[in-house]
């Protein structure tokens, strides 16, 4: 992953809101006391510094601990891009950040409008649908065919794995 500026640069020109960076210092002195950059169409702020972009959950991760998290991913815990709240931010490796991907995995929106859902499963291609529903379930047969009696029937619900176990406890 691209390097970021020096820590002193980004203590230099944004304070920290505990929420966003804001503008301390800028070239257009209008900006100063905003939040800093904008929120680019894949759900993740950015901001320019010096004719770069940077996420800014990595600069705020950078600004707050001081150390460029490198090649490490910064993942949103509750999976809200714009919540860039220390408490809501953690280092993670690639498959940790997977991992804790909102949407079901294996299932994906396409720019098609007659059929905008797909499906896969370990790589391999289970077709275009209609509805989210058909892929889940397209996804579904195929996991549990794969894991058989191993199948974890929480891995497509909607609801949290802590709701679930609330409810047996009922």
């Known amino acids: 992953m691209k390097a970021l500026p020096p820590h002193s640069i980004v203590q230099e020109i944004f304070n920290y809101d505990d929420y966003d960076l804001v503008w301390r210092s ?9 939040i800093a950059g904008a929120v680019h169409r894949n759900g993740y702020r950015q901001i320019k510094i010096k004719g770069s972009y940077f996420l800014a ?25 714009l919540n860039n709240q220390l408490s809501n931010l953690r280092l993670a490796n690639k498959s940790q950040n997977q991992a804790n991907m909102r949407g079901v995995k294996g299932v994906y929106r396409i720019g098609s409008k007659s059929r905008p859902w797909q499906a896969f499963y370990r790589g391999k291609y289970l077709g275009r649908f209609s509805e989210e529903a058909e892929a889940k379930d397209a996804y579904m047969a195929a996991y549990e065919a794969h894991s058989g009696i191993w199948a974890r029937k929480d891995r497509l ?7 679930s176990r609330l409810l047996l406890t009922r």
């Open 26 to 34: 800028s070239h257009r002195h209008g900006l100063i006391g905003k």
């Open 157 to 163: 619900s909607a609801a949290p794995l802590e709701d």
């Open 57 to 81: 959950h990595r600069l705020v991760w950078l600004y707050v601990t001081g150390n460029d998290p490198g090649n490490s991913f910064i993942d949103h815990i509750d999976c809200n891009r």
